[in-house]
């Protein structure tokens, strides 16, 4: 069955301080990639997808994410994190070439705690 | 436009007694998804539906769970009798039937506590 990884499952940082979450995931076949976000009290929100082209994907509030397809990864990144930023981040995965239809696979996820 | 509302926010209920949760999605949205996630672990899939539909139920853990959608607008999850391992989130999301990269607009979750 498909699994994803995210390995840290806590992390700390200072504002300015530039951000890496790593997501791995099983799936040898043609996959769909997304974060998710969890801010404090609120619902989960897309930050960026990938469906297929450039593997460098762009989201909102400046994170980015990369789809290297030979290590099975979609790490999140974003180069200075502010205090707002403080959520927890989800990957997720779904199979296949129909992305209308969205059985999605996540992580367990990540929490981040950005220090003003 | 209203997002996806779920009520209650919170449950806590006693071993052996019978919660239903409620999902009102998005207007026009076809597609209802409920994930579960268990304190600590991934966010799981349950099952989906097209409008009152069951298009797949793979992920519902066993009978004691009942999910409805009458009508093809709101979904009901019942779950009786509930027991200590039911404990958790549960939440419900929505997407337009069709669009291609439709993404799902989730709700904000049903606090599940079982003692």
């Known amino acids: 069955a498909q699994s994803v990884s995210q390995h840290n499952h806590h992390v700390i940082l200072s504002e300015a301080a530039s951000l890496e979450l790593g997501c791995n995931y099983s799936?040898?076949?043609?996959?769909?990639l997304f974060w998710y976000v969890q801010y404090p009290g609120q619902h989960l929100q897309l930050l960026l997808k990938y469906f297929s082209g450039d593997p460098l994907v762009k989201g909102i509030k400046g994170f980015e994410a990369e789809f290297i397809k030979s290590k099975f990864s979609f790490n999140l990144r974003k180069p200075s994190v502010q205090w707002s930023d403080t959520a927890e981040y989800f990957c997720a995965v779904t199979e296949g070439l129909n992305t209308g239809f969205q059985k999605l696979v996540f992580g367990t996820g990540t929490r981040l705690l950005v220090s003003p | 436009e209203a997002g996806v509302t779920q009520f209650p926010s919170h449950s806590v209920i006693e071993k052996g007694q019978t919660v239903t949760l409620r999902c009102d999605p998005i207007?026009?949205?076809?597609?209802l998804y409920w994930y579960r996630r268990v304190m600590g672990k991934e966010i799981k899939f349950l099952l989906h539906f097209v409008k009152e539909s069951k298009q797949d139920e793979s992920g519902m853990p066993n009978n004691r769970f009942l999910a409805e959608r009458t009508g093809g607008t709101y979904s009901t999850l019942k779950v009786q009798p509930a027991e200590l391992e039911d404990s958790g989130v549960y939440f419900c999301a929505s997407s337009q039937v069709g669009a291609t990269g439709s993404p799902l607009h989730f709700g904000n979750g049903t606090r599940l506590t079982v003692t």
């Open positions: 207007s026009g949205h076809d597609n």
């Open positions: 799936y040898g076949g043609t996959v769909n």
